[in-house]
T-cell receptor
Framework: SQTIHQWPATLVQPVGSPLSLECTVE??????LYWYRQAAGRGLQLLFY??????ISSEVPQNLSASRPQDRQFILSSKKLLLSDSGFYLC???????????FGPGTRLTVL | ELKVEQNPLFLSMQEGKNYTIYCNYS?????LYWYRQDPGKSLESLFV?????AVKQEGRLMASLDTKARLSTLHITAAVHDLSATYFC????????????FGKGTLLTVNP
């Protein structure tokens, strides 16, 4: 069966510090991978998606970036965090649109 | 640009009552997904609706899709406290990337 992991689970960072969030998927190959952000406990905003190694598409211009160094690994990064980067970051994987997207447990980021 | 609107955004129900959450979307799509989110948790898939007229049921929840009206409904029958959560609908925006656009969510509170 497939599982998706995210770490860390919780993170408190000062403004201006760097960020690295990791997501890995087990039990499947060549998945589509997605990073979402949920601010203020409500709607989800798609940040990045990837259909393969090294292939990243950005949905929203911001100070975040994403990379996919391996087939089942997706990393979200920032060189300098802003207060507005606080939120709940969710990684998801999917195969195609005949099935759902499967979400990881999330990372709660607080920027102070 | 695909827009997804849910209503109501907040719903307070008495146990044992029935109610419906509505999800309208702005462009043609025949793939719609419902998710549940408990406070502080990630998203859990509820239903995948892949064609006009699709109906899925699980326990006290039933989801349907009318692609001509661009409308999906999530019907709650005889609500119980355990159904208290935030419910999201998401629509596939088309293309091979399998990107989802989410509604803002409906916060459901079921009172004894």
């Amino acid at each position: 069966s497939q599982t998706i992991h995210q770490w860390p689970a919780t993170l408190v960072q000062p403004v201006g510090s760097p960020l690295s969030l990791e997501c890995t998927v087990e039990g499947t190959s060549n998945p589509n991978l997605y990073w979402y952000r949920q601010a203020a406990g409500r709607g989800l905003q798609l940040l990045f998606y990837s259909v393969g190694i090294g292939q990243i598409s950005s949905e929203v211009p911001q100070n975040l970036s994403a990379s996919r160094p391996q087939d089942r690994q997706f990393i979200l990064s920032s060189k300098k965090l802003l207060l507005s980067d606080s939120g709940f970051y969710l990684c998801a994987w999917g195969r195609d649109n005949t099935d759902t997207q499967y979400f990881g447990p999330g990372t709660r980021l607080t920027v102070l | 640009e695909l827009k997804v609107e849910q209503n109501p955004l907040f719903l307070s129900m008495q146990e044992g009552k029935n109610y419906t959450i509505y999800c309208n979307y702005s462009t043609t799509s025949d793939r719609l997904y419902w998710y549940r989110q408990d406070p502080g948790k990630s998203l859990e898939s509820l239903f995948v609706l892949l064609s006009n007229g699709a109906v899925k049921q699980e326990g006290r929840l039933m989801a349907s899709l009318d692609t001509k009206a661009r409308l999906s409904t999530l019907h709650i029958t005889a609500a119980v406290h355990d159904l208290s959560a935030t419910y999201f609908c998401a629509v596939d925006s088309g293309g091979s990337n399998y990107k989802l656009t989410f509604g803002k969510g409906t916060l459901l509170t079921v009172n004894p």
